[in-house]
């Protein structure tokens, strides 16, 4: 009696502590009844432990598609059970019912069931109805949890069961791809397209993900195709909402793989759009822009779709831009998104995507940054990184192409050091103090906060400085280490039969080494975002077929929607922050279709903030990883440096 802490009075043991009281009970009471008999008063016998053994819980899915989930403690009153979930959060050890019984809260399965209420968004009051109704898109994330958890009191009716099972074993799964496509989809394209057809069938939504160059516009055809034809006595259309510059890429797929299915571009002068508004009805496929449909989103307000795509899905990766919010508005049966990048600098971008595609998974916007952003940028929670790929990782489809394409060449990346003349030297040691005075002034005037954009500024201008300080400074006449390097660099490649895209992000600089290259007989493409979608598609024909031997790309016009498997050489004027971008422009040549070996060369000034930019891009490469393929990692991100990471940058 005295290890369990009773204290001796007299002729009596007595303990008082609840806690221990509780202790006592759990363990001591199997003890004793070893050794003795014991005799219960009637008070006694109404305090009651109630444990694992007394919960009941239940998962299924009911004959409307939706989930209903039910939970209660058996002889304890439902109107309890909001105070038993506040104080297992509030991480106390026990709970004391109003009529002297004790709930455990250090049981696994209750804490297991905690979690769960808590990121289904289940306020606990909700508890006393007979059932909870949840949406079907959380049955991937219940089944993982009570896995991952191992709660056991916890039933699944048969529907549940299959609903999971169907998305865990899409490969398994028998639909019937298009009979034309069936010997042109490579192995994973058709399991690609498996995917969008079991996601659909269940009522969900998803991010095809792939690597730039694997097909995932062929994928998304394959699937509209075969939504067709199984609809024959329901017409209905499926939206695509693309970059302006892939509009027609769009057609030219769907005519080279699928001639039959009936496309209506909208696009052209207000007239021209009205009239092929009026013509959706009796589209298989329409395709727009994101322009556009900001412009004739009240065309479509009586308009439902059968699905809704989004091309380049991070154009919406801002949820407050226009392009977000118009997209959001589309009614749809389901929704996808295709992107090579679903986050290029932030965690929002993804929920914005996630907020699209099914609207609530994520939770809100704020209530998304409580829970995922601030834990795994600020804190680097691996614990909560993990159940974020937990929840995401059902409706995310991400292949690389070194895992699935076998056959296609190997690319080498490697970087080229040039040195900078020593007028661009003094140049650039001048600004470098001057924007140091500057950054200092603004910070103590407006905080560091409200001057970033301003710092961004500064460090755009000595980005500009490393590629060409003419760009900038009137009447500069001095040399330009890099514009001597890629002069050498394209020479050399042009006698050896080379064949190159040259990408920067400053259309001004672009237009410089036009001029050097023309001053040298070099004959050369150019495009960037003032180039007409038709004359894109003539420009990539003639690379691809012409005698042209270098394409200059400005990377925001270019970066996405080409195929230029001409080109076996790529080279970045100027590193972008974001590894993701750069690579989705290297993919232009590294994609289904080259034969060759491609070759990516970067040219970083040294001692410069572009060496600075480049380690930056290769953390960024991991994090990328982590967050949308792996369960592990970490995110730090150029839009969350600190004050003492931009500084640096300066130094």
Request: hydrophobic letters at 35%; one cysteine or more; a neutral charge.
């Amino acid at each position: 009696m005295e290890s369990f802490n009773f204290k001796r009075e007299n002729y009596n043991y007595i303990l008082k502590d609840e806690e221990k009281l509780l202790n006592f009970m759990l363990k001591g009471m199997g003890l004793l009844q070893d050794i003795c008999d014991i005799y219960y008063s009637q008070s006694f016998k109404n305090i009651k432990v109630y444990t694992s053994s007394n919960y009941r819980s239940n998962i299924k899915l009911n004959e409307e598609d939706l989930l209903e989930f039910t939970f209660d403690i058996e002889g304890v009153d439902k109107k309890e059970l909001k105070d038993i979930f506040q104080a297992l959060k509030e991480k106390k050890k026990y709970y004391r019912l109003k009529k002297g019984g004790f709930v455990t809260l250090e049981d696994k399965n209750l804490n297991g069931i905690g979690e769960l209420i808590d990121y289904l968004n289940i306020k606990p009051s909700e508890l006393e109805k007979d059932k909870v109704i949840l949406q079907r898109y959380n049955a991937i994330y219940i089944d993982s949890s009570i896995k991952e958890k191992n709660i056991k009191s916890i039933e699944e009716n048969k529907g549940f069961r299959q609903l999971v099972n169907s998305i865990k074993d899409i490969g398994e799964m028998d639909y019937t791809i298009p009979e034309n496509l069936k010997d042109i989809m490579r192995p994973y394209q058709k399991f690609g397209f498996k995917w969008f057809k079991t996601l659909a069938r269940c009522g969900f939504g998803g991010i095809l993900a792939d690597e730039m160059g694997l097909g995932k516009t062929l994928q998304t055809i394959a699937f509209i195709k075969s939504e067709v034809d199984e609809n024959k006595g329901n017409k209905m259309p499926s939206l695509v909402v693309c970059p302006t510059s892939l509009v027609y890429n769009w057609q030219d797929e769907i005519n080279k793989f699928q001639q039959d299915l009936k496309c209506v571009i909208v696009s052209g002068s207000k007239e021209e759009r009205e009239k092929n508004i009026k013509s959706i009805k009796e589209a298989d496929v329409v395709i727009t822009s994101y322009a556009l449909i900001r412009r004739d989103i009240e065309e479509y307000e009586n308009i439902k779709f059968r699905y809704c795509f989004l091309d380049e899905a991070q154009n919406i990766k801002n949820p407050q831009s226009l392009n977000a919010q118009r997209v959001k508005s589309i009614k749809a049966k389901g929704y996808f998104a295709l992107t090579g990048t679903p986050i290029e600098n932030s965690l929002k971008e993804l929920w914005s995507i996630f907020d699209f595609i099914m609207p609530g998974y994520l939770l809100n916007s704020r209530k998304f940054s409580q829970k995922y952003e601030l834990p795994i940028v600020k804190n680097k929670d691996k614990n909560v990184l993990n159940e974020l790929n937990m929840h995401i990782k059902p409706f995310i489809l991400r292949r690389l192409k070194k895992d699935v394409i076998t056959e296609l060449p190997p690319k080498i990346e490697h970087n080229i050091i040039v040195d900078m003349t020593e007028e661009q030297k003094k140049i650039y040691a001048s600004f470098v103090q001057q924007a140091k005075e500057d950054m200092d002034r603004e910070i103590e005037a407006n905080g560091f906060n409200k001057s970033k954009i301003k710092i961004l500024s500064m460090l755009t201008r000595l980005r500009q400085i490393c590629c060409d300080p003419s760009t900038f400074i009137e009447n500069y006449t001095g040399d330009n280490g890099k514009m001597e390097a890629i002069l050498d660099i394209v020479e050399n490649n042009i006698n050896q039969g080379h064949k190159m895209l040259l990408f920067s992000q400053f259309t001004s600089v672009l237009k410089n080494i036009a001029k050097r290259f023309n001053e040298n007989n070099i004959k050369y493409l150019y495009l960037d975002g003032s180039t007409k979608a038709d004359v894109r598609r003539n420009l990539v024909k003639e690379f691809n077929e012409g005698d042209s031997s270098i394409f200059l790309i400005s990377l925001k016009a270019g970066g996405t929607g080409l195929n230029l498997t001409g080109a076996d050489i790529v080279i970045h004027f100027d590193p972008w922050w974001n590894p993701a971008v750069e690579q989705q422009a290297s993919d232009r040549a590294h994609r289904i279709g080259q034969k060759k070996t491609v070759e990516v060369i970067r040219l970083i000034a040294k001692g410069s903030i572009e060496e600075k930019i480049y380690k930056i891009q290769e953390k960024k490469k991991e994090i990328i990883k982590n967050v949308v393929d792996s369960n592990a990692g970490e995110e730090i991100l150029l839009s969350n440096m600190d004050e003492k990471d931009i500084k640096e940058l300066f130094a």
